[in-house]
């Protein structure tokens, strides 16, 4: 009897699995059948409909479910089924979660993060990309899909030129692609650093890693549309050197490659225009207009708006070169048409720069468009950025929440398996704690010094009114008190003028004192007055005073500061003045560091509604073209930067340093 129930349970549960099995090959043919482009629309939506339908009353668990609608929510996402496909990733994330599946939960992040990324709604894409990375570095640190989620978020970071961000994504992607070999990936990490530093005008940098792109490109077969890419980079980079025979020379070298007009016109037709306008810029017009010509003709029949933009933005430069009014003016207002047709705002603001050159009766109309267009695209990517940093800030917080878990749980389990290692881990987290509080404490005292000056700035305020009401209550003692007396003394010595007896005499001695003593009080309040009329700029001054004073006795350097008595520092905003304050510190550090200076001199300068800033030193100098810039240097540039204002530095090895800072008053 046993042993027939045992093989009655054994079969049951064969057929069960059987069935399983029948249910999840079903579901793959009917996602493989939604994916097959020789079929008509009609019938890939119907397949993955009943794809969707068998998964919902499978009776297999829900994680392989949840697996299921993975591909099922790709599927739609490929036949533009925009609601379909939010709704089974939906699905899909809900039942991995209450199945604690990580690693479907990460899948569906990196599915709705795709999505985002094809929509261009960039913060919600980088969001869902670091969800998905989180979640797999708790599963594996070392694996390789942490380094794509990284590459794709490194790539958004760019676009919106979070440059200093894109370049640490991808030098954590880097590190993992080198641990599993993965040229291609390191290709394009490297292509991306390449991209970034030539937007940074760093062009030696950016030459180093498109060269390094190149040397991992060999590794990979059938690199020739690659290759194409990366010499036109490389191109693009030299002809903002100016270095134009270098750059038609990699132009010309990625044309060369066999079948790629037929492959890849659209590519093929970028290098043409560039190879074209690198020509125009070395005023080698030799194949002028032919090359722009034939670059718009593939781009036109390609219908590819955001080049024609260009075709036709560059042919405008070249007629304005060529003093045809006519040609450059058609060609200017189709290529502004263009970018509006293609919502390409980079080449709407360059048509529309243009045009201001271009034309003259509405070339001021042009340039307000222009300024205010570039404006408001400024003020969205500084927003753009905030989302990052609070995106960044969420990270950061669960990585620290993650790490106290990890503390915990070594904790436990060096109890459990040995009391010897107890001492060395409380030891561990005692540290790390310090540690913690100890940068918590640096920051508390940054927001302090911070709330410090804000606080002197408000005390300078109410001196400032106290110094307001003083003056009005002498002005009130000089009109009621001493203007009624000398109104008085002045008709009474007046009434004595006829008189001259000896009580008229008397009289008039007595008044003539009385003048004495007016003329006594006005002394005094004359004084009051002048100590009260302490100069304003006396609070700020000193501070920067007081900073040179502190500094210098470091490398015992001389300095000079040249003050402009019309900049009234009390007028000028708090926000201003911190940033010109931090500027000047890290400008002396920087001189202590590096420079080796006997004489630094600060001079401040008034040009019109501007505060103009330069600090020189006779130090050693440096060489501008081979140093890139520090950290320092990129912290003066981004605080100048936020106050709409220009930053300027001049170096000579061997003769000093001169940094000069032009920003707004107001």
């Known amino acids: 009897m046993t042993h027939r129930l045992f093989i009655f349970i054994i079969f049951f549960f064969s057929s069960f699995c059987l069935a399983q099995n029948e249910e999840k090959n079903d579901v793959q043919k009917l996602i493989n059948k939604s994916r097959d482009q020789k079929l008509n629309l009609d019938e890939r939506i119907e397949a993955i409909n009943e794809a969707y339908k068998l998964n919902e009353r499978s009776s297999y668990h829900d994680s392989i479910r949840s697996k299921q609608l993975q591909s099922i929510s790709k599927s739609y996402f490929n036949l533009n089924d925009t609601i379909n496909f939010k709704k089974t990733y939906k699905e899909g994330l809900d039942l991995a979660d209450k199945t604690n599946d990580s690693m479907s939960m990460a899948n569906h992040y990196w599915n709705i993060a795709f999505y985002y990324r094809k929509n261009d709604i960039k913060d919600s894409a980088f969001f869902f990309y670091d969800q998905a990375k989180n979640i797999l570095q708790d599963i594996d640190p070392k694996n390789q899909d942490i380094g794509k989620l990284l590459l794709n978020m490194a790539r958004i970071q760019k676009e919106l030129k979070d440059y200093s961000g894109s370049q640490f994504t991808l030098t954590n992607a880097i590190k993992l692609f080198e641990l599993h070999n993965d040229s291609k990936r390191l290709y394009s990490c490297y292509n991306n650093l390449g991209i970034i530093f030539m937007n940074l005008e760093d062009y030696e940098n950016s030459l180093q890693y498109h ?80 090359l722009f010509y034939k670059s718009l003709k593939i781009r036109e029949s390609l219908n590819y708006k955001s080049g024609i933009a260009i075709s036709k933005l560059h042919l405008a430069e070249y007629y304005h070169e060529k003093k045809d009014t006519i040609q450059s003016q058609k060609y200017i207002s189709q290529a502004r048409t263009a970018a509006i047709e293609s919502r390409n705002v980079k080449q709407l603001l360059l048509s529309l720069l243009a045009s201001s050159e271009i034309d003259s009766d509405r070339g001021t109309a042009y340039l307000k468009t222009f300024i205010h267009l570039n404006d408001s695209l400024l003020k969205k990517e500084r927003t753009e950025l905030n989302k990052f940093a609070r995106i960044q800030f969420e990270t950061d917080r669960y990585i620290s929440q993650n790490e106290k878990l990890s503390i915990q749980n070594t904790w436990i389990v060096a109890i459990s398996t040995a009391i010897i290692f107890f001492g060395f881990l409380i030891y561990v987290i005692t540290q790390q704690r310090t540690r913690n509080k100890e940068l918590e404490m640096e920051r508390q005292q940054q927001r302090a010094n911070e709330e410090i000056y804000n606080l002197m700035i408000d005390q300078q305020d109410k001196i400032e009114e106290g110094r307001k009401r003083e003056k009005e209550r002498i002005s009130l003692e000089l009109h009621d008190g001493i203007l009624g007396r000398l109104f008085g003394t002045r008709l009474s010595l007046g009434s004595l003028n006829a008189k001259d007896d000896a009580n008229s005499k008397k009289v008039r001695e007595q008044y003539i004192n009385e003048l004495q003593g007016i003329e006594e009080e006005v002394r005094n309040i004359s004084h009051e007055l002048g100590l009260d009329n302490f100069d304003k700029t006396t609070s700020y001054s000193t501070m920067i005073a007081n900073l040179l004073e502190e500094q210098s006795k470091i490398t015992n350097f001389k300095y000079q500061i040249e003050d402009d008595n019309r900049i009234v520092w009390t007028d000028i905003p708090g926000h201003i003045k911190i940033n010109i304050y931090r500027i000047i510190q890290e400008s002396i550090q920087n001189i202590n560091k590096y420079a080796q200076a006997e004489n630094v001199i600060l001079d401040f300068h008034k040009n019109g509604d501007h505060i103009i800033l330069t600090i020189k030193d006779d130090g050693v100098g440096f060489d501008q073209a081979k140093r890139s810039s520090g950290i320092g240097l990129k912290n003066m540039k981004s605080r100048v930067t936020l106050l709409h204002g220009q930053f300027t530095i001049n170096s000579i090895p061997g003769k000093g340093t001169s940094i000069s800072v032009d920003v707004p008053m107001t």
């Open 211 to 290: 060269n390094t792109a190149l040397k991992y490109l060999q590794k990979i077969k059938e690199n020739d549309r690659l290759k194409t890419y990366t010499l036109n980079n490389i191109g693009l980079v030299y002809r903002d050197q100016g270095k134009y025979e270098d750059a038609i020379e990699n132009f010309k070298q990625a044309l060369s490659f066999d079948s790629l007009q037929i492959k890849n016109p659209k590519h093929y037709a970028t290098l043409l225009d560039n190879l074209a306008y690198s020509k125009f810029l070395s005023s080698d017009t030799l194949e002028l207009p032919d």
